[in-house]
């Protein structure tokens, strides 16, 4: 018997929150869809024609911005809240750790571990007081735990993310679950440059195991397990959706670091 749950998924404007946003709303949820872009949140909607989903402009690095999506979420559940959290908002660009300016780094961070430490805050108290109990999903990488060159600011974002998980959840427990999923090379437009180079989606397949990229799909299949009962007794844990990856699938050189001229 399905058991339907009030799901908020941040950055859902395309890719991996896209797919989720769209997964978990045809598997019978009720979804508030967030992110920065309203047309792309407005073509989502078109979309999910018929489901139970609702579009609201949200950026997760501004206070006022999420405070205003709280109260409008509470409006239109009748002060139900949420009782699943996908924190799938982040990125960043590969850069060379040489050419990583202070505030490229402190944006890494804030986009990557802060911004849903902050959600999760703000979530777990809803779930608590008003549904009592509830299940927050982060979007993580493997970019946390292999060893890649211009990965400097976005591993150790998404690495603290791994950290602040396993430690979120033996705080947030029995009542909250806290789980994160560890994203390989999926098919979205972070990728679009190797796919759409032969040689480079050549060199991604070979040193990927299940030979193909990932799809949203396969990331939004992961949410729907941690959103669902059928992960009641799993917390604190980083799944592994990577094709199989167990070494980087694809290098991003970075300038070796000579003696400075002169």
Request: net charge positive; hydrophobic share 45%; with cysteine.
């Amino acid at each position: 018997m399905k058991t339907s749950r009030i799901v908020l998924v941040t950055g859902a404007t395309s890719g991996i929150g896209r797919a989720a946003a769209l997964r978990l709303a045809r598997e019978g949820h009720r979804v508030f869809a967030v992110g920065r872009r309203k047309a792309a949140l407005d073509a989502l909607k078109s979309e999910a024609a018929g489901l139970s989903l609702e579009c609201l402009v949200m950026d997760v690095t501004h206070a006022e911005s999420i405070a205003a999506a709280k109260v409008s979420i509470e409006r239109m559940t009748g002060g139900h809240g949420i009782d699943v959290l996908v924190n799938n908002a982040g990125g960043t660009g590969p850069r060379a750790a040489m050419e990583t300016s202070e505030r490229f780094f402190e944006t890494a961070l804030k986009f990557n571990v802060t911004a849903p430490f902050l959600m999760s805050q703000l979530a777990a108290r809803a779930m608590v007081d008003t549904a009592g109990r509830g299940s927050i999903v982060n979007i993580s990488s493997r970019s946390a735990d292999l060893v890649m060159s211009s990965f400097a600011a976005y591993g150790a974002g998404k690495a603290a993310l791994n950290q602040l998980t396993r430690n979120l959840a033996v705080e947030l427990a029995p009542l909250v679950r806290v789980n994160a999923i560890g994203v390989g090379g999926v098919a979205t437009k972070g990728l679009e440059v190797v796919l759409t180079d032969d040689a480079l989606r050549r060199q991604f397949e070979a040193n990927t195991p299940m030979h193909r990229p990932g799809r949203p799909e396969d990331i939004a299949c992961a949410a729907l397990y941690f959103a669902s009962p059928a992960s009641s007794w799993v917390t604190g844990k980083v799944l592994q959706v990577d094709g199989g990856t167990e070494r980087p699938s694809i290098d991003v050189p970075a300038p070796p670091l000579e003696p400075s001229s002169g």
